[in-house]
């Protein structure tokens, strides 16, 4: 049980969600970003902020995940369903963007430019600019103009030339404040009610598409509402629109930046003593195999209590290596700094290096070298921090210390999981929402460092999700994966991976991967290569007909800017099409990441699926964002479309994201933890 | 077949569990709401301190406790790295002091990584009241991205107020009370300290280590000495 100093911890804290949303926080229009009711405003999320939001209205059952990618750049992926389009339903995807040209300054209001299905010129295609001034009394006046979707209503022409109908689904740029133009406005009054805001707006929307294909009749371009929110991270919106339609929306937020629980919760550091003047510096005892096996054995029950396991040893009279495992401080920089603590403590006084290199997945990844006379000088002074880091080197590891080392005799090794999911379809078979409850039971049997068998099993105990391809069909368990993995290094910069089995529910083969990726370089290159088999929808263990050859180059940058990364692969698709899959994802040092890809390849839209592309977004939050305890578990929720193009096989065990964490880059920005 | 299928997928680690354990989510709510045998054992009846307990302790002493919160605890001096003394608690927290100035805290839920003081800073260095400055700046560190941290440089005010007599553990002592307003970067604060009215040692102090923790309430029943 965690043992609290000072602070008394509530139960309820614990079993708290995300809470606490910034009382400056901009309210949500029905789009599920900063808003009015359906306009927009120039308003920004927190930066970090990632909300949820579910809307219903007359026309449309619709849900977004938004994100403050940047302090200026608000992103959102919206996903729509419109009963009456073109003769069907329609199920709309789009990416929208919004940035912040100028902030609010004295009489100036703040000004933003946006983007509605950035990238294809369908149904809820627009773009806009805007400005919202903050006019006192808790009153926000917005008035901006808008192109597409947003110029439909009392239009006053068009500015930049035509604009085709929005009935693309490609990517496609040419549509930008083309066509008609029209202005919008409205007002939002923060009353003295906590938590209540009171909204009216003029819409520039004339829901065209509505009225053509469907019944839709709006009366007014008026608009009303309130918003609720009762505590923070959830807030509530109804709404009376045009005359004639009602909407509601809720929305669900959290933040990076604002963690449930401090993150510095728990015990302390190892305070450290320096060595006393003219300390021992006999470094005899280092030919004496039963003293080397003495401190082995004494450091290894002293790592445990920070959860760092120790893979390898090798001592000399003045120098240690450490192969460790750090298997609960979300921050590497902090289990290192704990380590040297530890050295400084626990090891003879002649020792005076410390090389530390943290094993991921069985792969060695960056070897850090600590001087004890710079641990003893930096320790508790006012410039620790950058000094530390001054004096702290770099570079790649081999993948073992080699013979001669101690080694941790743990293999074969079996660990298992049992782990229940709920996958939730929003527009599978044509219903709004379906979901399935999962159970899924996996188990790893290590027989070497780096070369383990896995399997992954799921029974669906109720479900109606469809996926129209007979795999979701199924009653009882299926086969997620059977694999017989072996990770290595070809040079300490270059990582490999080798996969061959059931590699995922629907593929079955050989899948084998090579990653160089320096230390101490913000980029790295990748090459996979997968020759598969589809599997049989209705069988456990059988094969299809199809084979294939899928192989992609990819290229991995950490921009070093906001948390940034980037990843472009190139590349077949398991269907033979060609293409291109870009990533982008935000990561923040205590281990929360929003990423979002498109996939664009040379698939027909008919055989595509959704689109020519597909697109997705992720937020993955560490349980220790939320837990007053040290673990490396996180929690992650996708929303995204899978089309027949553009699809890879799922390996789960892909190199990048296994060393990512432990490069330079990586280790200076997380490096304030390292005396923490 | 053309799949229009939109994931949203939500993996529970609440129920998890594994060769490794229970899923850490379960484990803690469990040591919250369902303490283990062990947990529930009576706690011994805290020791009543002493003037007699601490001197046979041989050791540097000092009480702290977060402003705000009802517990008091104790903490020893572990460490002396240059002029800093590290204090640690029975639960392995840490405060780290510089003279009498807190410098670094440690597991409290909002670490002070580390503060800059003037040569002349008579919280950090023993300086009888008659000599203490008026005038001062220091930087607090804090974690934040990067190593160097976030740094909050403060200038700070000293005003001298009366003298007055207060106890701790048995022993009296007459000291002068100084009020200490800082402020900068966005930061206000006041710190108050009770110093010997002789030597200048200060017996009692509440003194800022963040925003995240406000004030931390210390009272020095031993103070560290080289001797």
């Given at each position: 049980?965690m043992?609290?100093?000072f602070?008394?911890?509530?139960?309820?804290?614990i079993?708290?969600?995300?809470?606490?949303?910034?009382?400056?926080?901009?309210?949500?229009?029905?789009?599920?970003?900063a808003?009015?009711?359906d306009?927009?405003?120039?308003?920004?999320l927190?930066?970090?902020e990632?909300?949820w939001?579910?809307?219903?209205t007359?026309?449309?059952?619709?849900g977004?995940m938004?994100?403050?990618?940047?302090p200026?750049?608000?992103?959102?992926?919206?996903?729509a369903?419109?009963d009456e389009?073109?003769?069907?339903?329609?199920?709309?995807?789009?990416l929208?963007?919004?940035y912040?040209?100028?902030?609010?300054?004295?009489?100036f209001?703040?000004?933003a430019?946006?983007?509605r299905?950035?990238?294809?010129?369908?149904?809820?295609?627009?773009?806009?600019?805007?400005?919202?001034?903050?006019?006192?009394?808790?009153?926000?006046?917005?008035?901006?103009?808008?192109?597409?979707?947003?110029?439909?209503?009392?239009?006053?022409?068009?500015?930049?030339g035509?604009?085709?109908?929005?009935?693309?689904?490609?990517?496609?740029?040419?549509?930008?404040?083309?066509?008609?133009?029209?202005?919008?406005?409205?007002?939002?009054?923060?009353?003295?009610?906590?938590?209540?805001?009171?909204?009216?707006?003029?819409?520039?929307?004339?829901?065209?598409?509505?009225?053509?294909y469907?019944?839709?009749?709006?009366?007014?371009?008026?608009?009303?509402?309130?918003?609720?929110?009762?505590?923070?991270?959830?807030?509530?919106?109804?709404?009376?629109?045009?005359?004639?339609?009602?909407?509601?929306?809720?929305?669900l937020s959290?933040?990076?930046?604002?963690?449930?629980?401090?993150?510095?919760l728990g015990t302390?550091?190892?305070?450290?003593?320096?060595?006393?003047?003219?300390?021992?510096?006999?470094?005899?005892?280092?030919?004496?195999?039963?003293?080397?096996?003495?401190?082995?054995?004494?450091?290894i029950?002293?790592?445990?209590t920070e959860g760092?396991?120790?893979?390898?040893v090798?001592?000399?009279?003045?120098?240690?290596d450490l192969?460790?495992?750090?298997?609960?401080?979300?921050?590497?920089?902090k289990?290192?700094?704990r380590?040297?603590?530890m050295?400084?403590?626990?090891?003879?006084?002649?020792?005076?290096?410390?090389?530390?290199?943290?094993?991921?997945?069985?792969?060695?990844?960056t070897?850090?070298?600590?001087?004890?006379?710079?641990?003893?000088?930096?320790?508790?002074?006012?410039?620790?921090?950058?000094?530390?880091?001054?004096?702290?080197q770099?570079?790649?590891?081999e993948?073992?210390?080699?013979?001669?080392?101690?080694k941790?005799?743990?293999?074969?090794?079996?660990?298992?999981?049992?782990n229940?999911?709920?996958?939730?379809?929003?527009?599978?078979g044509?219903?709004?929402?379906?979901?399935?409850?999962?159970?899924?039971a996996?188990?790893?049997?290590?027989?070497?460092?780096?070369?383990?068998?896995?399997?992954?099993?799921?029974?669906?105990?109720y479900?109606?999700?469809?996926?129209?391809d007979?795999?979701?069909?199924?009653k009882?368990?299926?086969?997620?994966?059977l694999?017989?993995?072996?990770?290595?290094?070809?040079?300490?910069?270059?990582?490999?991976?080798?996969?061959?089995?059931?590699l995922?529910?629907?593929?079955?083969?050989?899948?084998?991967?090579?990653?160089?990726?320096?230390?101490?370089?913000?980029?790295?290159?990748?090459?996979?290569?997968?020759?598969?088999?589809?599997?049989?929808?209705?069988?456990?263990?059988?094969?299809?007909?199809?084979?294939?050859l899928?192989a992609?180059?990819?290229?991995?940058?950490?921009?070093g800017?906001?948390?940034l990364?980037?990843?472009?692969?190139?590349?077949?698709?398991?269907?033979?099409?060609?293409?291109?899959t870009?990533?982008?994802?935000?990561?923040?040092?205590?281990?929360?990441?929003?990423?979002g890809f498109?996939?664009v390849?040379?698939?027909?839209?008919a055989?595509?699926?959704?689109g020519?592309?597909?697109?997705?977004?992720?937020?993955?939050?560490p349980?220790?964002?939320?837990m007053?305890?040290?673990?490396?578990?996180?929690?992650s929720?996708?929303?995204?479309?899978?089309?027949?193009?553009?699809?890879?096989?799922?390996?789960g065990n892909?190199?990048y994201?296994?060393?990512?964490?432990?490069?330079?880059?990586?280790?200076?920005?997380?490096?304030?933890?390292?005396?923490? | 077949?053309?799949?229009?299928?939109?994931?949203?997928?939500?993996?529970?680690?609440?129920?998890?569990?594994?060769?490794?354990?229970?899923?850490p989510?379960?484990?803690a709510?469990?040591?919250?709401i369902?303490p283990?045998?062990?947990d529930?054992?009576?706690?011994?009846?805290?020791?009543?301190?002493?003037?007699?307990?601490?001197?046979?302790?041989g050791?540097?002493?000092?009480?702290g406790r977060?402003?705000?919160?009802?517990?008091?605890?104790?903490?020893?001096?572990t460490?002396?790295?240059?002029?800093?003394?590290t204090?640690?608690?029975?639960?392995?927290?840490t405060?780290?002091?510089?003279?009498?100035?807190?410098t670094?805290?440690?597991?409290?839920?909002?670490?002070?990584?580390?503060?800059?003081?003037?040569?002349?800073?008579?919280?950090a260095?023993?300086?009888?009241?008659?000599d203490w400055?008026?005038?001062l700046?220091?930087?607090?560190?804090?974690?934040?991205?990067?190593?160097?941290?976030?740094?909050?440089?403060?200038?700070?005010?000293?005003?001298?107020?009366?003298?007055?007599?207060?106890?701790?553990?048995?022993l009296?002592?007459t000291v002068?009370?100084f009020?200490?307003?800082?402020?900068?970067?966005?930061?206000?604060f006041?710190?108050?300290y009770?110093?010997?009215?002789?030597?200048?040692?200060?017996?009692q102090?509440?003194?800022?280590?963040?925003?995240?923790?406000?004030?931390?309430?210390?009272?020095?029943?031993?103070?560290?000495?080289?001797?």
């Amino acid at each position: 049980m965690m043992h609290i100093l000072f602070r008394t911890l509530p139960a309820g804290l614990i079993l708290a969600s995300s809470t606490a949303t910034l009382a400056d926080s901009p309210s949500f229009s029905l789009y599920g970003t900063a808003g009015l009711i359906d306009m927009p405003t120039a308003q920004m999320l927190p930066d970090g902020e990632t909300a949820w939001t579910f809307t219903q209205t007359n026309t449309m059952v619709g849900g977004t995940m938004a994100f403050q990618l940047l302090p200026n750049l608000e992103t959102a992926v919206h996903f729509a369903t419109v009963d009456e389009w073109l003769g069907g339903t329609l199920y709309d995807q789009s990416l929208d963007l919004k940035y912040k040209i100028m902030d609010e300054n004295g009489y100036f209001p703040s000004l933003a430019i946006g983007f509605r299905d950035f990238l294809s010129n369908g149904a809820f295609s627009s773009e806009y600019i805007v400005a919202t001034k903050n006019v006192g009394y808790g009153l926000a006046v917005t008035g901006g103009i808008g192109w597409g979707r947003l110029g439909s209503y009392n239009s006053v022409g068009s500015l930049f030339g035509s604009r085709a109908p929005s009935i693309s689904t490609g990517v496609d740029f040419n549509h930008f404040f083309r066509g008609d133009a029209a202005f919008f406005g409205g007002l939002e009054w923060e009353t003295p009610v906590d938590g209540l805001i009171v909204k009216a707006e003029y819409s520039s929307d004339a829901y065209l598409g509505e009225q053509t294909y469907g019944s839709f009749s709006p009366k007014s371009p008026f608009n009303f509402g309130v918003d609720y929110e009762p505590f923070g991270g959830i807030s509530m919106g109804a709404y009376y629109n045009y005359g004639t339609d009602f909407g509601f929306r809720i929305t669900l937020s959290g933040n990076a930046n604002r963690p449930i629980v401090a993150p510095d919760l728990g015990t302390g550091p190892v305070p450290v003593n320096p060595r006393p003047q003219g300390y021992d510096r006999n470094t005899a005892w280092a030919n004496n195999p039963a003293a080397q096996d003495a401190i082995v054995k004494g450091l290894i029950p002293l790592f445990e209590t920070e959860g760092v396991v120790i893979e390898e040893v090798r001592l000399t009279g003045n120098s240690i290596d450490l192969y460790v495992q750090n298997t609960k401080m979300p921050m590497t920089t902090k289990a290192v700094g704990r380590i040297t603590r530890m050295l400084s403590v626990a090891l003879p006084h002649s020792i005076e290096v410390f090389r530390i290199t943290p094993v991921s997945s069985s792969l060695a990844t960056t070897t850090i070298e600590i001087k004890r006379s710079d641990l003893e000088a930096q320790v508790e002074r006012p410039n620790a921090g950058p000094e530390s880091f001054r004096t702290t080197q770099f570079s790649d590891a081999e993948n073992t210390l080699g013979d001669g080392a101690w080694k941790r005799d743990i293999y074969p090794d079996f660990s298992w999981s049992l782990n229940p999911r709920i996958p939730v379809s929003l527009s599978s078979g044509g219903s709004a929402a379906s979901f399935d409850l999962l159970l899924n039971a996996s188990a790893g049997y290590r027989i070497s460092r780096g070369l383990s068998l896995n399997t992954s099993l799921t029974q669906k105990v109720y479900g109606t999700i469809d996926t129209g391809d007979g795999f979701s069909d199924s009653k009882g368990p299926s086969l997620d994966r059977l694999t017989a993995d072996y990770l290595f290094k070809l040079s300490p910069a270059t990582y490999a991976r080798v996969s061959a089995g059931y590699l995922d529910r629907k593929y079955g083969g050989i899948d084998a991967e090579v990653l160089w990726k320096p230390t101490n370089q913000n980029w790295g290159l990748g090459f996979e290569l997968a020759a598969v088999q589809k599997r049989a929808p209705d069988s456990f263990l059988g094969f299809g007909d199809d084979q294939t050859l899928s192989a992609h180059a990819s290229i991995y940058w950490d921009t070093g800017f906001h948390g940034l990364e980037a990843q472009v692969d190139v590349g077949r698709y398991l269907a033979g099409d060609l293409g291109s899959t870009v990533k982008l994802s935000r990561r923040f040092a205590n281990g929360w990441e929003v990423a979002g890809f498109v996939t664009v390849t040379d698939m027909p839209f008919a055989d595509f699926g959704e689109g020519n592309f597909s697109k997705g977004i992720s937020v993955t939050i560490p349980l220790r964002w939320t837990m007053p305890l040290e673990t490396r578990s996180s929690t992650s929720i996708s929303l995204g479309t899978s089309g027949n193009g553009g699809q890879r096989v799922g390996v789960g065990n892909r190199l990048y994201p296994i060393i990512r964490d432990y490069d330079v880059l990586d280790l200076r920005e997380t490096w304030g933890a390292y005396w923490q | 077949m053309i799949r229009q299928s939109l994931l949203f997928c939500l993996a529970l680690s609440l129920g998890a569990c594994s060769s490794g354990g229970t899923s850490p989510v379960f484990s803690a709510i469990k040591g919250v709401i369902l303490p283990s045998d062990e947990d529930e054992k009576p706690a011994k009846a805290p020791a009543t301190i002493t003037r007699a307990r601490i001197e046979q302790s041989g050791l540097a002493i000092i009480r702290g406790r977060l402003e705000g919160e009802d517990i008091t605890n104790i903490l020893s001096a572990t460490s002396l790295n240059g002029t800093y003394v590290t204090y640690v608690s029975a639960f392995k927290q840490t405060v780290t002091m510089n003279g009498s100035l807190v410098t670094a805290t440690r597991g409290l839920g909002g670490d002070l990584l580390a503060v800059r003081n003037d040569a002349n800073d008579p919280v950090a260095v023993l300086t009888p009241p008659k000599d203490w400055p008026t005038h001062l700046t220091r930087d607090y560190r804090f974690p934040a991205d990067g190593p160097a941290g976030n740094v909050v440089t403060l200038d700070c005010a000293l005003t001298r107020g009366g003298e007055t007599e207060i106890t701790i553990v048995e022993l009296d002592y007459t000291v002068t009370a100084f009020s200490e307003v800082c402020s900068g970067k966005g930061v206000n604060f006041t710190n108050i300290y009770l110093a010997d009215a002789k030597s200048g040692q200060i017996w009692q102090a509440r003194q800022w280590v963040g925003e995240k923790l406000g004030y931390l309430n210390i009272e020095v029943l031993e103070p560290f000495t080289l001797d």
